[in-house]
């Protein structure tokens, strides 16, 4: 059973930074893309940042420029970078990990942006 664990959230003020990681574990197979999404109180989960395994990165058009996805291959890690934080960032930061054609979650870690 592949486990996600989410690290790395917090309080900030706007333009400050924080950086996330996730961690897989459970699994000896090379897991496919990796990402992060969240949700914000009362609204939808929505995608912020993949990351494949050759190295294609796509962001959330309200991220980029501001968030930077990476991922440890062989540690079966990927971080977020968020800079220049605004209040509109205040979420839930959820890690997702495709394997084998599923898709497994974390529990989520709070991000609040204070103005």
């Known amino acids: 059973q592949v486990q996600l664990v989410e690290s790395g959230g917090g309080l900030v003020q706007a333009g400050e930074s924080l950086r996330l990681s996730c961690a897989a574990s459970g699994t000896s197979f090379s897991i496919n893309t990796m990402g992060w999404y969240r949700q914000a109180p009362g609204k939808q989960r929505e995608l912020v940042a993949t990351?494949?395994?050759?190295?294609?990165?796509n962001y959330a058009d309200s991220v980029k420029g501001r968030f930077t996805i990476s991922r440890d291959n062989a540690k079966n890690t990927v971080y977020l970078q968020m800079n220049s934080l605004i209040p509109e960032d205040t979420a839930v930061y959820y890690c997702?990990?495709?394997?084998?054609?599923?898709?497994?979650w974390g529990k989520g870690t709070l991000v609040t942006v204070s103005s």
């Open positions: 997702k990990a495709a394997l084998r054609g599923l898709d497994y």
């Open positions: 990351f494949t395994p050759i190295g294609v990165r």
